[in-house]
């Protein structure tokens, strides 16, 4: 098993190599093979440790192996080391799944393009970054992986990099994950301090700090810090909509299926600090909640096809948040794996419709492509009702845990859960408005004019991948029924107990309200988007300022540019112009127009030999010297 | 052994200079084939190094004035072993570089890189005060010759401030060292013992501060690092200011306990500011050899903070990251040099769009500049996050301004990746400006290929520090 986990973590870092030393000495498509191929070996492997464990009494499902000492400082270390259990088990078979399955995906989405092997090589780096994110044994190396996925993200989001937008959204996407990673490690620090070590084993120890002491509660602000803007929850949120620049096979894999959830990971895996601070893990539900409401109301009024689902990916890791927020760990990792399904498939669908359109995305420009584009169609229905948790879908079965643990959790917990559920309303209103304006209706004009369907929507390389997901998206909500058994929970049982959820009468009606809600979202979205109802237009003529907030997205870049952009350009300016050039750069050049002046006067005196200065200074040092020799 | 990695270049240094050449590419040949030459002795040594044992190991004691007490003593220990690595490998490419690009007078110009780096590498090896003035000053001259001569339009401006800076802190640890040696009696770094002194302490804090530099003497920074060619502002800042964070490591913090505990405090306030000023005016700068200048000035100033925790994690800290920033800045001013000879500008606002079509100059300039960014997982992170967590150990505001300082730093670099390589081609970039030629490729990517292999192993350098502070950071 442990060969096998060190074989999954490495197996994209040689396909990186490879196809990097190669160069063009294969061609593009191979390129592209080798990224794949790499992903199933680590899904393969994957696959043979979750057997593994499978094997073992849940008790012993915990393997650390270190293969050499990373980093050391003094008398303490490092270890280049990984961990195999059952959380990192889970979530290496999410990432090289649907990793794999996005791969296969690119090749044939990315054909063509002039750059293709740098595109599979990054996405390589990136399955290589995130494995190592999951897999490590101590929180270094989670942090080693925690920036490289950031990294590859900044790399494929300006993947295109003559569009200027596609520079700029890379670049905000690495700053703000940077002030991510900043309070990550900053949070680590008073962990070294106390435990000598950062790994797993140690500093999970009951005793690493006081309940809820100001240690603890920086501890678990600083990781939640790194959380919040690795899975753009509000408020380090505005990188993930302009992220969308990348290819969309990219938004399918990094921000929508695994990367944006590393947050979630993060907190289910070091939820022993965060229990140590109960404020601060609350914290997390609470800010889950507002993005769940802020990120589910922009949605409404997005154009652009991929915002909108960039959105939506918010707003569901919102759920997921409110979930780890409550100590529901088993009901959050299951929506991210839920999600992970059926929001790649909406991508990968979505990155269909994008191909056949000649690459519009502004969905005004779209509609009635369901007779064209059938078979896209039926996945990105499935993908919204398994989105909008609807009964027998995905969704449905992962999003109900959640809120029957919020039901299960007191006031607060209450109070989540009625956000998440007007949460649950606005989600199908949205992804059915999505659904709605795309495929229903007449063909539009530009769609009559650019609509270009090859043979079969979009060729074979990208149908198969597509078509599993929608048989995933259908079927992979079983894996925890109300009522009926809950195999996420249990699996995951052995690293963090989950929260109970509600039962008897609460949890029915939290289900039933729930789908009621989801199903009333379906029906107002097909009242107005199907039929080209006026009511959006009469509601932003009576509220211009509603409608204006949320086209500028409650106005946070406008806010942060304001805050900290332009302060920090404005003080470097100032630095410049007050500080180094006229008491650095300028003055000095003063002193040698003087001195040069003044030793043309003494021209006499003056040899203009480096030796006599250095006899000069020789003598004046030996006579200070002498001076110190007395007064001493 | 030591004394051979001395002689190597000084004397192949003099073997250039003095051969009257016909043959134009004669001397660049030579002083490579020296560098390499040079480059394998270092392997050799290291091959041959007993890393298990602490302490000095090649040594050479000759005595000298005998009435003085100073005697010609120089040897390695396995941290400088890292040193005069980093020096051999970025000699090898400033000398390859300055040998490809065809300097006039190169007998004498690569005659000159190879005395500067005998002489650098004499300064990490010398155990004697001394012997360490002497090729400290020895390192200096040459580089006063290299700007001076071979520099950019403003060289003149540039050398005069290098000189006045450089020397006023030569001639403050010239009296120090005078006063340390006649105080003591030996002039010994291992016989001296440790000094109560002040005004000694200050004698070469003052000298390195202004070398490294740490804020707010840098004022010769900017013109020196703009004005000088390319392989010796790799020199300058990836080598010899490492000269002076060695002489606060082996020098100045061991020596002077005392002093050191009551001057942390503004030590690291100066350092912090500078770490802080650096990043913001990387992030302002025009052009290449700005965002670069500024940017080491911002690293130097780090490593002092890693120095001046005075503990194991800062100090480890600090040494991986001179070893970093060697590589990364000589790298970045290598390459900053083959863009300006593309484009015979360094202006941001002129340039840009070069990576469409010349795939090595942009994967290279990216490895590069995200490592200089410290992205976790790479080596430049392992040194930060040591650095970090050692001066945490001191007070956790001084950790929060360095966390300030690495989201600056992604900020001013990929600034200057993107400006360079991305978006619209700029106005200076002509359509037939070729991708790195295989010399560039030769020179610059063995040192990215050493950043990227320490990536995957940093604890090779951190394992072996130099243990000055025992116990858990």
Known sequence: MIPAAWIALFAPLGGVLLIALLGQRISRFHAGLIASGSTLVSFVCSLIAFLALLGESPDERAHYSTLWTWLSAGNFEFGAEILVDPLSVFMMLVVSGVGFLILSYAVGYMHGDPEERRYHAYKALFVFSMLLLVQSGNLLLLLAGWGLVGLSSYLLINFWHVRSTAVAAGKKAFVMNAIGDATFALALFPLIQRAGSLDFRVVFQDGIAEKSSPVAVLIALGLLGGAVAKSAQIPLHTWLPDAMEGPTPVSALIHAATMVTAGVYLIARTHVLFELAPDIQHLAGILGAITILVAGLIALVQTDIKRVIAYSTMSQIGYMFVAVGLGAYGAGLFHLMTHAFFKALLFMAAGIVIHALSDEQDIRRMGGLARRLPFTYRAFLVGALALAAVPPFAGFFSKDSILGSAANAGTLGWALWGVAAFGAFLTALYTFRLLFIVFRGELSAFAREHLHVPGFECGLAMAWPVGLLTVLAVVGGFLQVPWGWTLVDDWLHPVAESAEEATGVTFTFSVVATTALALAGIALAWRIWARADPLPERLRRRYPWAARTLEEKFYFDAAYDRAFYEPSARSAALALQYVEEPVFLRSLGELGRGVRSLSGRLSAVQTGSVRSYALALGAGAAVIALVFLIVS | ?473
Do not use: C
Not at chain 2, 12 to 24: E, S
């Open chain 2, 1 to 473: 052994m030591t004394t051979a990695l001395i002689l190597v270049p000084v004397g192949g240094a003099l073997w250039v200079w003095i051969t009257p050449w016909k043959n134009t590419r004669g001397p660049g040949g030579l002083a490579l084939l020296i560098a390499l030459v040079e480059l394998a002795l270092w392997v050799g040594t290291a091959a041959n190094f007993d890393f298990g044992r602490s302490g000095l190991q090649f040594q050479t004691d000759t005595v000298w004035f005998e009435d003085l007490g100073v005697s010609y003593h120089v040897g390695l220990q396995d941290f400088t072993l890292w040193l005069v690595g980093l020096t051999v490998l970025v000699s090898a490419a400033a000398i390859g570089y300055g040998f490809w690009v065809g300097r006039e007078r190169p007998g004498a110009y690569l005659g000159l890189l190879l005395f500067l780096e005998g002489a650098v590498i004499g300064v990490f090896t010398a155990q004697d005060l001394l012997v360490f003035y002497v090729f400290w000053e020895a390192m200096l001259i040459p580089l006063y010759v290299l700007i001076g001569v071979w520099g950019g339009p403003g060289r003149l401006g540039a050398t005069f401030k290098f000189v006045a800076y450089t020397m006023a802190g030569s001639l403050l640890m010239l009296v120090a060292i005078i006063a340390a040696g006649l105080s003591a009696g030996s002039f010994d770094l291992a016989e001296a013992g440790r000094h109560q002194s002040v005004w000694i302490f200050l004698g070469f804090a003052a000298a390195f501060a202004i070398k490294a530099p740490l804020w707010p003497f840098h004022g010769w920074l900017p013109d020196a690092y703009r004005e000088s060619t390319p392989e010796v502002a790799g020199m300058l800042s990836g080598v010899v200011s490492k000269a002076a964070a060695y002489g606060f490591l082996a020098i100045a913090i061991p020596q002077f306990p005392g002093a050191v505990s009551d001057w942390r405090v503004p030590i690291l306030v100066l350092a912090s500011i500078g770490l802080v000023y650096g990043s913001l005016l990387a992030f302002r700068a025009p052009d290449l050899r700005g965002v670069i200048a500024y940017s080491s000035l911002a690293q130097m100033n780090l490593i002092v903070i890693g120095l001046f925790a005075t503990n194991a994690s800062g100090n480890d800290g600090a040494l991986l990251q001179m070893v970093n920033h060697g590589l990364i800045s000589a790298a970045l001013f290598l390459l900053a040099g083959a863009v300006e000879r593309r484009t015979a500008t360094g202006q941001l606002g002129l340039l840009g769009g070069m990576a469409r079509g010349r795939p090595v100059l942009a994967t290279v300039l990216i490895t590069t500049g995200v490592i200089a960014l410290a992205v976790p997982g790479s080596t430049a992170f392992a040194g930060e996050f040591l650095i970090l967590n050692g001066i945490f150990a001191q007070g956790w505001g001084w950790a929060v301004v360095g966390a300030v300082a690495i989201v600056l730093a992604a900020m001013y670099m990929l600034r200057l990746i993107s400006a360079v390589l991305h978006e619209d081609v700029g106005s200076a970039v002509p359509v037939e400006a070729l991708d790195l030629r295989p010399a560039e490729i030769g020179v610059i990517v063995p040192l990215v290929a050493v950043l990227l292999f320490l990536s995957f192993w940093p604890a090779v350098i951190t394992d072996h520090a130099l243990q000055l502070f025992g116990g858990l950071p």
